[in-house]
């Protein structure tokens, strides 16, 4: 901090604050609303909670989207982890560019051309090897950790720039292989990463709409899929009860993994001090 | 002789090794080719080939099969090979007024969402960096909430403010500024407001990350040598957080041009993007050489900013 905040950036904060937070605060008000219409307020209720715990689709679609993005969080972070050290730790190979390239491309390309061209994908490879067979779990996770591992590998790389090598170093230097090297000292070191690029591929997985709306097949409904057939006809009350379970879970997950990381990093400054201290 | 014997006990007592040590032995020997290998065969085989194919659909014709176009290479009786290209569906996409249209407006809705997301997000994020060292973070975990937060859901949120009789109308009835309702969803308008609000963290958080790492003595310099702020901010910091803002607008323009959701349920049918276009060529019409080129010319209007996007990524993931 070199100066303070005129007024004119204390306003937009406060502005720009309000323009992401009021919109869903109103979600969250209108979930309590009794009434059948979501804009008319027919005072507070719960009865679209109830509503929304008896409906057994719901649930089933819940089930199936958990699971999905549990296998591909975690199959996400071993294969971004290894794309990441790959990156940044071994300095050039052959491929390096291409690699560079396929890690950073699903980061920004619309979601509607990586559905579609995973789809064909996935049924040139059913016509030739007579795998994945029927679409759905398998390929919405396969789907989703193709996307997932570009995140975090992201995720991996900062961390791995931010942190040196010089403990690797000394670990090698002292005649560990490196395999040794990767379990003794990187990947403890890496460990906030590992546990927010985790999260980020969980989240991002529970979140897709358009990818998995590709390469779902009959029967197998994401939450996202089941929330965005019901809201495309227009609003409804159950569904801003779910959306306010949704919010309320990850608001929660996520202050939680912050207050988490937050004090990771302040032990991790105390140390350095400490040890910058012992130095000198 | 005697070396000999005295060697074969030792090899026979030396314990046989379990399928697991052999193959760990195996990874720690190709522990190099093993950490590359597995994440390159997996992005090549579900991220770039797919291209391929769906370059190779492109070039077909709408056929009743299942899949429904016609092969690219047949095998006809005696051994002759046909190879078909159809140019048919490109030479229709750029001839029809429709898609071109969509093209345009697509690009125009997204170029100015971003000039948007970059006028609001700039300030947002000078104004995080500059805070005090406890408000910085609360700050940033603010602004980071939202983006965990479900895209769909936030996108719903502003079909409940933005409806005939949502929220903001009812506000402003209530309060006798207006008669009627005045009509927001289903507009150009509801679908800026989509992507500027699900885009906005997008930008501010590159452009955080560069600034954070400004040097506040040049700003000190300028400023003790008699520049003025507006000129120093011109001078400057702008042309220092130039990284940042070329990323944040990247990663908000490259997806917003494809973007489905929004102008689906903001938009309603009456604002046509590309990604709306492609996504019903492909599941209510089924026509999915059309919906393949229609696929492909897109990717073509975005490599350059993706080839962009990618050099400044390469090159903040080298520079500590």
Redesign the interface.
């Known amino acids: 901090?070199?100066?303070?905040?005129s007024r004119?950036?204390?306003i937009?904060?406060i502005l720009?604050?309000a323009?992401?937070?009021?919109?869903?605060i109103?979600?969250v008000i209108?979930s309590f609303n009794d009434s059948k219409?979501?804009?008319?307020w027919g005072g507070w209720s719960v009865r679209w909670y109830q509503v929304l715990f008896e409906s057994e689709e719901v649930w089933s679609a819940v089930a199936l989207s958990l699971k999905i993005a549990f296998i591909n969080a975690t199959c996400a972070t071993i294969?971004?982890t290894?794309?990441g050290?790959?990156?940044?730790r071994?300095g050039r190979?052959r491929?390096r560019t291409?690699?560079?390239?396929?890690?950073?491309?699903?980061?920004?390309?619309?979601?509607?051309?990586?559905g579609?061209?995973?789809l064909?994908?996935f049924?040139?490879l059913n016509q030739l090897f007579g795998w994945p067979g029927e679409r759905g779990f398998t390929t919405i996770t396969?789907?989703h950790?193709?996307f997932s591992?570009a995140y975090v590998?992201?995720t991996i790389?900062?961390r791995l720039?931010?942190m040196?090598e010089t403990l690797e170093e000394a670990a090698a230097d002292l005649g560990a292989?490196?395999?040794k090297v990767?379990t003794a000292i990187t990947l403890p070191r890496l460990t906030p990463a590992l546990v927010s690029g985790w999260l980020l591929a969980f989240?991002l997985s529970?979140?897709d709409?358009?990818i998995a709306?590709?390469v779902t097949g009959p029967g197998a409904n994401t939450l996202?899929i089941l929330?965005?057939s019901r809201?495309?006809t227009?609003?409804r009350p159950d569904?801003?009860a779910l959306?306010t379970i949704?919010?309320l879970a990850?608001?929660i997950c996520?202050s939680i993994a912050?207050i988490l990381m937050?004090r990771q990093q302040r032990a991790d400054m105390l140390d350095q001090q400490m040890a910058a201290r012992e130095d000198t | 002789m005697t070396d000999v014997k005295a060697q074969k006990p030792t090899i026979a007592a030396a314990p046989r090794k379990t399928v697991f040590q052999r193959f760990m032995r195996r990874v720690q020997n190709n522990f190099r080719l093993i950490i590359i290998a597995v994440p390159l065969v997996w992005l090549v085989l579900f991220f770039l080939a797919p291209f391929f194919i769906v370059a190779k659909i492109s070039l077909a014709e709408l056929a009743i099969a299942s899949p429904p176009f016609t092969p690219m290479i047949e095998w006809l009786d005696g051994g002759v090979v046909t190879i078909r290209l159809v140019f048919d569906n490109f030479a229709y996409i750029l001839n029809d007024s429709l898609y071109f249209d969509t093209y345009v407006n697509s690009l125009k809705i997204s170029v100015t969402s971003t000039i948007i997301c970059l006028l609001l997000g700039y300030p947002i994020a000078y104004a995080i960096v500059r805070s005090g060292p406890v408000a910085k973070p609360l700050l940033l975990f603010a602004i980071i909430l939202p983006f965990w937060t479900s895209f769909l859901l936030r996108v719903y949120a502003w079909m409940g403010l933005l409806a005939d009789q949502g929220t903001i109308n009812n506000l402003l009835l209530r309060l006798g500024l207006i008669d009627e309702p005045i009509r927001m969803l289903y507009t150009e308008f509801a679908v800026y407001v989509g992507i500027v609000y699900t885009y906005m963290p997008f930008m501010i958080l590159p452009l955080y990350a560069n600034m954070e790492k400004l040097d506040g003595s040049l700003n000190e310099a300028a400023a003790d040598l008699g520049s003025r702020p507006t000129n120093t901010f011109f001078r400057v910091t702008l042309p220092l957080t130039m990284p940042g803002i070329i990323a944040g607008s990247l990663l908000v323009f490259i997806p917003a041009t494809g973007e489905y959701v929004i102008p689906d349920l903001l938009g309603g049918g009456n604002v046509q993007m590309i990604g709306r276009v492609l996504f019903n060529e492909f599941s209510s019409n089924s026509d999915w050489p059309v919906a393949a080129a229609v696929a492909i010319v897109l990717l073509f209007l975005l490599v350059i900013p993706i080839i962009i996007f990618q050099y400044f990524q390469g090159k903040a993931s080298q520079d500590p």
């Not at chain 1, 219409?37 to 008319?40: D, E, I, M």
Request: proline share 6%; net charge positive.
């Open positions: 901090m070199y100066s303070r905040r004119f950036l204390t937009m904060l720009g604050l323009f992401f937070y009021i919109p869903m109103m979600l209108y219409l979501v804009p008319v294969l971004g290894m794309a050290l790959a990156m940044v071994f190979f491929g291409l690699f560079g390239g396929l890690l950073v491309a699903p980061l920004v390309m619309p979601e509607v051309i990586t579609l061209s995973l064909v994908m049924i040139a396969i789907a950790i193709t591992l590998a992201v790389q900062a720039t931010g040196g292989k490196p395999f990767l989240t529970l979140d709409l358009v709306s590709f996202p929330i965005f809201i495309r227009g609003l569904i801003n959306a949704i919010i990850v608001a996520i912050a937050f």
